[in-house]
């Protein structure tokens, strides 16, 4: 079992910036893709960055976040600039071990959110 935490979200006003950390414990060894998801209310999950080998980014956040790990730390991290308040929702990461990414359900874990709200 993997076991994945984030935090870092909160209240922060349009143009501003927020760093998203997801700390992993358990078996880390049997996945090799970290994926960030959003959810805003009303709507399904959408998928926000992915890490693997490589990296990939949804259009709506490329050039604004930057997705990262840090081995020694079982830590990814997810740093969101120039926020705008279509970016408010809850931000899960999932990990997972395979080669595809995009889609929320080939994810075996999931940690359990952290809200981010922009303010315009």
């Known amino acids: 079992q993997v076991q994945l935490v984030e935090s870092g979200g909160g209240l922060v006003q349009a143009g501003g910036s927020l760093r998203l950390s997801c700390a992993a414990s358990g078996r880390t060894v049997s996945t090799n893709i970290v994926g960030w998801f959003r959810q805003a209310p009303g709507k399904e999950r959408e998928f926000v960055a992915a890490?693997?080998?490589?990296?990939d980014y949804a259009d709506s956040v490329k050039g604004r976040f930057t997705i990262s790990r840090d081995n020694a730390k079982n830590t990814v991290y997810l740093q969101m600039n120039s926020l705008k308040p279509e970016d408010t929702a809850v931000y899960y990461c999932?990990?997972?071990?395979?080669?595809?990414?995009?889609?929320?359900?080939?994810?075996?874990?999931w940690g359990q959110g952290t809200r981010v709200t922009v303010s315009s």
């Open positions: 999932a990990a997972r071990r395979g080669s595809s990414y995009y889609r929320a359900a080939v994810y075996d874990y």
């Open positions: 890490i693997s080998w490589v990296t």
